[in-house]
């Protein structure tokens, strides 16, 4: 069983800055492709950043140059550095991973709950 436990948003003033956390814990024999969404109100959902296996990057144009996509593979954890906070950056964010729960199983898409980012004065 895998779970993606997100952590990391709130309330920041334009301008602010925010890191979100997603930690994948179970059984996880390999983690490939990370990623995070966003869906903002009265907007369509949004692929924000990924990064894959092979630590290749991509970013939405809309947070290009302010966010930062990372990983650690050691701790199934990946991350998203968000600077440079818009009010438009605020959405609910989800994490999602590509993984193999052991060496036999089909590669699989999991994904978090969610975390409300905010930005607002």
């Known amino acids: 069983q895998v779970q993606l436990v997100e952590s990391g948003g709130g309330l920041v003033q334009p301008g602010g800055s925010l890191r979100l956390s997603c930690a994948a814990a179970?059984?996880?024999?390999?983690?490939?492709?990370v990623g995070w969404y966003r869906q903002a109100p009265g907007k369509q959902r949004e692929l924000v950043a990924a990064?894959?296996?092979?630590?290749?990057?991509n970013y939405s144009d809309s947070v290009k140059g302010r966010f930062t996509i990372s990983r650690d593979n050691a701790k199934n954890t990946v991350y998203l550095q968000m600077n440079s906070l818009k009010p438009e950056d605020t959405a609910v964010y989800y994490c999602?991973?590509?993984?193999?729960?052991?060496?036999?199983?089909?590669?699989?898409?999991?994904w978090g709950q969610g975390t409300q980012v905010t930005v607002s004065s």
């Open positions: 990064i894959t296996g092979g630590g290749s990057t």
């Open positions: 999602y991973a590509d993984l193999y729960t052991d060496s036999v199983s089909p590669l699989r898409a999991y």
């Open positions: 179970g059984s996880i024999f390999s983690l490939n492709a």
